[in-house]
């Protein structure tokens, strides 16, 4: 069974600029989440979808993050403008059902912001 | 909040025994894992807690005590390969399902 599917891993760019992640969930599974990782920290949620639908996105920073998952498959999260404090990877995970609690993660892509 | 507190860092010999520590807040609780997070690498899932006691995975254990919050993971027989972040995740009634992480700790296996 293919994971968790992420790209790009690694990216740099300035402040100011944007910057867009996609990631592919394990097929059949109807909840996707992105958490931001910062370094030294634990994962913080940003937004959980259900299929194609919105569940959370009240720790999204809405002035500069956005996110979709058109056709309730496949996902991007963009930020726009990004910001030094930005810096950080951003992880896909999906489970089956949004009951389980068991995630299943991508490798992440790792942001730098200079 | 939730807060989830974890020890930062720690370290064990090859072979040894190591338990890492897991406190929260229990108004709400509904379920505790344990992940693994190598360098660089994705979170990878150990295990889940519901109810009191041990639940033990091979050399890899986990506990928890729903009136005290808290909850550990055990690790027997230390190999290189366990050196490595584990984060505590809590679920709450409160939060839909979803799993508030502690900020891990890293733990160094030396030869």
């Known amino acids: 069974e293919a994971g968790v599917a992420q790209s790009p891993r690694y990216k740099i760019i300035e402040k100011r600029q944007s910057v867009a992640f996609w990631c592919n969930p394990i097929s059949g599974h109807a909840t996707l989440y992105w958490y931001q990782q910062i370094l030294g920290q634990g994962p913080k949620l940003l937004i959980q979808?259900?299929?194609?639908?919105?569940?959370?996105d009240s720790q999204l920073p809405k002035d500069r993050f956005s996110a979709e998952r058109l056709k309730g498959v496949d996902s991007t999260l963009k930020i726009q403008p990004a910001k030094l404090e930005d810096s950080a990877v951003y992880l896909c995970?999906?489970?089956?059902?949004?009951?389980?609690?068991?995630?299943?993660f991508g490798e992440g892509s790792r942001l730098t912001v200079l | 909040g939730q807060n989830i507190d974890q020890p930062t860092e720690m370290t064990a010999t090859e072979g040894a025994i190591v338990q890492i520590n897991c406190t929260y807040q229990t108004s709400g609780f509904n379920g505790l894992f344990w992940y693994q997070q190598h360098a660089g690498e994705a979170p990878t899932f150990l295990s889940y807690n519901v109810l009191d006691g041990l639940e033990e995975k091979g050399r890899f254990s986990s506990f928890l005590s729903r009136s005290k919050g808290y909850s550990y993971l055990l690790l027997k027989e230390l190999q290189m390969k366990d050196s490595a972040s584990y984060l505590c995740a809590v679920r709450y009634n409160t939060n839909a399902g979803k799993s508030t992480f502690g900020d891990g700790t890293t733990l160094t296996v030396k030869p």
């Open positions: 995970a999906s489970d089956p059902t949004g009951n389980t609690g068991e995630l299943f």
């Open positions: 979808f259900q299929n194609n639908g919105v569940v959370d």
